[in-house]
């Protein structure tokens, strides 16, 4: 296909640019063979252009066309818009909030904490040129209980 041939002419399959014509296209591909890319910057220029006025008018046309949803039309909407606020209200109340006390509690109160590996010291590990400027010079800044000092852990 010609994208394999070309990964810009991608560009030109966008919907925006379908009412630019196959003649705009190939004359696209052969400026990008042929390398005059300031031609071809232009050639895309006016024809992004031409289609942005071509959308342009159609969208002004479209508009003046209607004068916006009946009655009817805005009661079903705003029906279906109640419906989906109730379904979604229910969802939250009695699954969401109910799983997300329950992952809690779980985590919290039921968890077991597991035993810390027994402290090896490894040669490449602790390497250290200089301490710490603060404290003891041992401990690092976000320092923890289960964080190893280079001789062990600290309880």
Known sequence: SLCSLCPSALLFFHPLYSSL???TF???LILIFL???FLLLLTMFRAFTAATRRTATLAQRRSASSLGP???EQEEVFDNAAKTLSTYRNLSLFIALPTCLLITYK???L???EERPEFVAYPHLHKRASKFP???GTHSLFHGHNNALPDGYEN
């Open 21 to 23: 014509g196959l003649l």
């Open 26 to 28: 190939f004359h696209c």
């Open 35 to 37: 390398g005059d890319f």
């Open 70 to 72: 009946s009655l009817a």
């Open 107 to 109: 985590a919290f109160f």
């Open 111 to 113: 968890s077991e904490h």
């Open 134 to 136: 603060w404290g003891d």
